[in-house]
């Protein structure tokens, strides 16, 4: 059985996850998530929070968006024109697959994200590709958008889509939060949230799915300072690279560049970019995946999505799939946020402060409209209307040149025309900013944090969840139940309980088979309540990774547990050494 699989098993039974809608039949691409599962998932998103957002709480807020969007803003972001994949029919049996996917079962390929659908239509005829189900005859490629597309209320026309990121709801808000937090940048806007795509062909379990969550942050900046204050705190650290060039000739060559490097050899355009790949291989590890199974490739241009000028996919090894992206680092510019004042008419830009006010000559023009009235009559209030319309630049040099300007057929001429100029202090100017994205798949890192956790020991599942996510922190057992041990146990519980501890009482079964079930999923300390707890008031602490175990004194489990789950101290140095029940 493969390692998917096992976890897969595991899932159902101890209820992590499992395809939804079963009792219909499935539908591929769905995913429910069980009680410890919706636990893990929900841990898992809080320490994305906690590393992304809240560690950098003077600048970066957390805002929440609608799944539910109307046309307008994918019209904007270029979703509806470019979030597309290529599909491709078997004329025989009607089966449809995503082309690329297609072609990588059957021929040895790379770089096809960037090739046409008719470069697609000629691999697969080249190769000979037919339907992998029937063998029949396959059509042309076709593109197909992946926006998941609605309607809002009863109308007919109001066209809606589910999201396909969370960004566009930080885009359209940028101006508000911006000013709302004193107009200053850098700004970043995070969004934790359920986003849909119409994945032609779902495979991979967790891995593609139709629905997930995604953990997205737009960092907002000048361009005109596009530096980051927090590089120098991870400038030393290194980052495993797959530069574009290689990656286009589909050569496999993770290169080593410290932070600082990748950034003064412009491996990586931005610095904002940069420290925040730091940030994710920092993520990554929290989660139980080692730098050395972490990876970035530098997609080549031709493979960047249309709103990219960079971007850096996260990739992490996986036992069943190979390398896998985890999370994508874009450099956004300015594209979205000029789509949205484009397409709405909203002015979304920043201000930028000169440092000393400049001083302007500014030039203004009007009708003479005691002249204007006696000539043109009723026509001169439209005259006005349209002369002050206009540049008053284009007005002066026109009446310079000619002697007249031109407005509504009427030819004006200096007499007609009101020159002032004034001297105005500007104390800035309006820019759009720019954006550098970190954006991750929880569904991904939920499989990837299962897998790298998984273990066999002698036969049975231990799972190494790190401390701070595992779902359930604590189990307290009785030794055996009964001699007044299971109800030393219940106060035990409900002391860790008060303190705010996910705990676990459980009584059904020998020590030993409680044990395991605890490892199996990925309790990380044991408590055991035995005679001699009765008698001073001490447990047995176990740790699931080592089976070691200490005895402690019960009125300081609450202290040295949180301790222990925060990583601050030692299993070791929660007690004394205690080997009794081996
Ligand atoms: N806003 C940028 C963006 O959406 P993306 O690379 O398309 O970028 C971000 O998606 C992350 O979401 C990916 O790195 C991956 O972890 C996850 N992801 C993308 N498509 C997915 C799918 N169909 N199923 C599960 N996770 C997915």
């Given at each position: 059985?493969?390692k998917?699989?096992?976890?897969?098993?595991?899932g159902?039974?101890?209820g992590?996850?499992?395809?939804?809608?079963?009792?219909y039949?499935?539908v591929?691409g769905?995913?429910?998530?069980?009680?410890?599962?919706?636990r893990l998932?929900?841990?898992?998103?809080?320490?994305?929070?906690?590393?992304?957002?809240?560690?950098?709480?003077?600048f970066?807020v957390?805002?929440?968006?609608p799944?539910?969007?109307p046309q307008?803003?994918f019209?904007?972001?270029?979703?509806?024109e470019?979030?597309t994949d290529y599909?491709?029919?078997?004329?025989?049996?009607?089966?449809?697959y995503?082309?690329?996917?297609?072609?990588?079962?059957?021929?040895e390929t790379?770089?096809?994200?960037g090739k046409?659908?008719?470069?697609?239509?000629?691999?697969?005829?080249?190769a000979?590709i037919?339907?992998p189900?029937c063998?029949g005859?396959?059509?042309n490629?076709r593109?197909f958008?992946l926006?998941?597309q609605?309607?809002?209320?009863?109308?007919k026309?109001?066209i809606?889509y589910g999201?396909?990121?969370?960004?566009?709801?930080?885009?359209?808000?940028?101006k508000?939060?911006?000013?709302?937090?004193g107009?200053?940048?850098?700004?970043?806007?995070?969004?934790?949230?359920?986003?849909?795509?119409?994945?032609?062909?779902?495979?991979?379990?967790l891995?593609?799915v139709?629905?997930f969550?995604i953990?997205e942050?737009e960092?907002?900046?000048d361009?005109k300072?596009?530096?980051?204050?927090?590089?120098?705190?991870?400038e030393?650290r290194?980052?495993?690279?797959?530069?574009a060039?290689?990656?286009?000739?589909?050569?496999?060559n993770?290169?080593?560049?410290?932070v600082?490097e990748?950034?003064?050899r412009?491996?990586?355009?931005?610095?904002?970019?940069?420290?925040?790949?730091?940030?994710?291989?920092e993520?990554?590890?929290?989660?139980g995946v080692?730098?050395?199974?972490?990876v970035?490739?530098d997609?080549?241009?031709a493979?960047l999505?249309?709103?990219?000028a960079?971007t850096f996919?996260?990739?992490?090894k996986l036992?069943d799939?190979?390398?896998?992206?985890?999370?994508?680092?874009?450099y956004?510019t300015?594209?979205d946020?000029?789509a949205?004042?484009k397409?709405?008419?909203?002015?979304?830009?920043?201000?930028?402060?000169?440092?000393?006010?400049?001083?302007?000559?500014r030039?203004?023009v009007?009708?003479?409209m005691?002249v204007?009235?006696?000539?043109?009559?009723?026509?001169?209030?439209m005259?006005?209307?349209?002369l002050?319309?206009?540049?008053p630049?284009?007005?002066?040099?026109?009446?310079?040149s000619?002697?007249w300007?031109?407005?509504?057929?009427?030819?004006?001429d200096r007499n007609?025309?009101?020159?002032?100029?004034t001297?105005?202090?500007?104390?800035?100017?309006?820019?759009?900013p720019?954006?550098?994205e970190p954006?991750?798949g929880?569904?991904r890192?939920?499989y990837?944090?299962l897998?790298y956790?998984?273990r066999?020991?002698d036969g049975?599942?231990?799972?190494s969840?790190?401390?701070?996510?595992?779902?359930?922190k604590?189990a307290v057992?009785?030794l055996v139940?009964?001699?007044?041990?299971p109800?030393?146990?219940r106060?035990v519980?409900?002391?860790?309980?008060?303190?705010?501890?996910e705990?676990?009482y459980d009584?059904?079964?020998?020590?030993?088979r409680?044990y395991?079930r605890?490892?199996?999923?990925?309790i990380p300390i044991?408590i055991t309540?035995?005679?001699?707890?009765?008698?001073d008031?001490t447990?047995?602490?176990?740790?699931r990774?080592?089976?070691?175990?200490?005895?402690?004194?019960?009125?300081?489990?609450p202290?040295?547990?949180?301790?222990?789950i925060?990583?601050?101290?030692?299993?070791e140095?929660?007690?004394?050494p205690f080997?009794?029940q081996?």
């Amino acid at each position: 059985m493969g390692k998917y699989s096992k976890i897969l098993e595991l899932g159902k039974r101890r209820g992590f996850f499992w395809p939804s809608f079963e009792i219909y039949g499935g539908v591929s691409g769905y995913y429910d998530f069980g009680p410890l599962g919706a636990r893990l998932k929900r841990n898992i998103e809080d320490l994305w929070r906690e590393f992304f957002v809240e560690r950098h709480s003077e600048f970066i807020v957390e805002i929440e968006t609608p799944v539910i969007m109307p046309q307008p803003v994918f019209e904007a972001s270029g979703h509806l024109e470019h979030f597309t994949d290529y599909m491709v029919q078997c004329r025989k049996c009607g089966r449809i697959y995503r082309a690329d996917h297609l072609i990588e079962q059957h021929v040895e390929t790379s770089g096809l994200e960037g090739k046409s659908a008719e470069e697609l239509t000629s691999i697969i005829r080249e190769a000979g590709i037919k339907c992998p189900e029937c063998g029949g005859e396959l059509g042309n490629v076709r593109k197909f958008n992946l926006l998941m597309q609605t309607n809002i209320g009863p109308y007919k026309g109001s066209i809606g889509y589910g999201r396909p990121e969370a960004a566009q709801g930080m885009f359209i808000n940028f101006k508000r939060v911006y000013d709302q937090m004193g107009g200053r940048l850098p700004l970043g806007i995070a969004q934790i949230g359920r986003v849909m795509r119409n994945e032609i062909s779902p495979r991979q379990g967790l891995i593609r799915v139709r629905e997930f969550t995604i953990m997205e942050l737009e960092l907002f900046y000048d361009p005109k300072n596009p530096s980051c204050p927090l590089l120098s705190e991870v400038e030393n650290r290194e980052l495993k690279i797959v530069v574009a060039s290689d990656v286009e000739k589909g050569r496999w060559n993770p290169v080593k560049f410290t932070v600082r490097e990748a950034v003064e050899r412009g491996v990586i355009k931005t610095e904002w970019n940069a420290y925040f790949m730091a940030i994710a291989v920092e993520f990554l590890q929290a989660l139980g995946v080692p730098s050395e199974m972490q990876v970035f490739i530098d997609k080549p241009p031709a493979e960047l999505a249309h709103y990219s000028a960079q971007t850096f996919d996260q990739l992490v090894k996986l036992e069943d799939f190979g390398w896998v992206e985890v999370s994508g680092h874009a450099y956004r510019t300015d594209y979205d946020l000029y789509a949205h004042i484009k397409k709405s008419g909203v002015d979304l830009r920043a201000f930028r402060k000169f440092d000393k006010p400049i001083v302007k000559e500014r030039v203004k023009v009007r009708l003479n409209m005691s002249v204007a009235g006696r000539i043109f009559k009723g026509k001169a209030k439209m005259l006005r209307e349209e002369l002050s319309k206009m540049d008053p630049e284009d007005v002066m040099r026109a009446l310079e040149s000619n002697g007249w300007i031109e407005v509504l057929g009427e030819k004006l001429d200096r007499n007609l025309v009101i020159v002032e100029k004034t001297v105005e202090k500007v104390h800035g100017e309006r820019f759009i900013p720019h954006v550098a994205e970190p954006s991750f798949g929880a569904e991904r890192l939920f499989y990837v944090t299962l897998e790298y956790a998984y273990r066999e020991v002698d036969g049975r599942i231990v799972l190494s969840l790190p401390k701070r996510i595992a779902p359930i922190k604590v189990a307290v057992f009785p030794l055996v139940a009964r001699d007044g041990l299971p109800e030393k146990a219940r106060e035990v519980y409900s002391l860790l309980k008060r303190s705010g501890l996910e705990v676990v009482y459980d009584d059904t079964a020998f020590i030993g088979r409680l044990y395991a079930r605890a490892d199996e999923i990925g309790i990380p300390i044991a408590i055991t309540i035995d005679y001699d707890t009765l008698k001073d008031d001490t447990v047995t602490l176990r740790d699931r990774d080592t089976w070691r175990q200490v005895r402690t004194p019960i009125h300081k489990l609450p202290s040295l547990l949180r301790e222990y789950i925060e990583g601050r101290r030692g299993f070791e140095e929660l007690g004394t050494p205690f080997s009794k029940q081996g």
